[in-house]
């Protein structure tokens, strides 16, 4: 079946820093990437569609200027999270449908926790 | 807006037991639903994916059943083992302008005790 990974898959930063993440499909090409937040005991929520070669899509509330979405190829995405703080610690993870079909494969997902 | 509920929010049962899972959606112009297994600190697990033309797709002991009209879903788990234990959520894509986004569910927490 198609695997997505991400790196790192957890990261301690202190607040102020930038942490990156990247999101891999590793056996397929995928034109669009997710971008999901998922919060203790919440379900996941969509933050951003990363498209190849174009901006990202954001949705509402999510500040486009301090998560920066980059899908600078076929196989990988990638989230900055700029000037972190502590509100921004939970669980990102990232999925990705194989290009030309609908089904969506996630990622592990990647712990951030700013200090 | 779509939203989507899961009840019940936990759920413990013995091992061999029988149990649903329910899924609901407001908005009946969905692409496709799909359930999903998360364990603890992990990713997500695909389960089972229903088209918005179908009724309902098996694999081993799950069944998913998807009645569009009425905006409802059940994941239906037969012979339950502890393994089971995990959180299951279930997401349905939109349509139209909001092709391909998924929206989740809060999840049901499951825990199969031996």
Known sequence: ?115 | KQEVTQIPAALSVPEGENLVLNCSFTDSAIYNLQWFRQDPGKGLTSLLLIQSSQREQTSGRLNASLDKSSGRSTLYIAASQPGDSATYLCAVRGGGTSYGKLTFGQGTILTVHP
């Open chain 1, 1 to 115: 079946g198609a695997v997505v990974s991400q790196h790192p898959s957890w990261v301690i930063c202190k607040s102020g820093t930038s942490v990156k993440i990247e999101c891999r499909s590793l056996d397929f090409q995928a034109t669009t990437m997710f971008w999901y937040r998922q919060f203790p005991k919440q379900s996941l929520m969509l933050m951003a569609t990363s498209n190849e070669g174009s901006k990202a899509t954001y949705e509402q509330g999510v500040e486009k200027d301090k998560f920066l979405i980059n899908h600078a190829s076929l196989t990988l995405s990638t989230l900055t999270v700029t000037s972190a703080h502590p509100e921004d610690s939970s669980f990102y993870i990232c999925s990705a449908p194989p290009s030309g079909t609908y089904e969506q494969y996630f990622g592990p997902g990647t712990r951030l926790t700013v200090t």
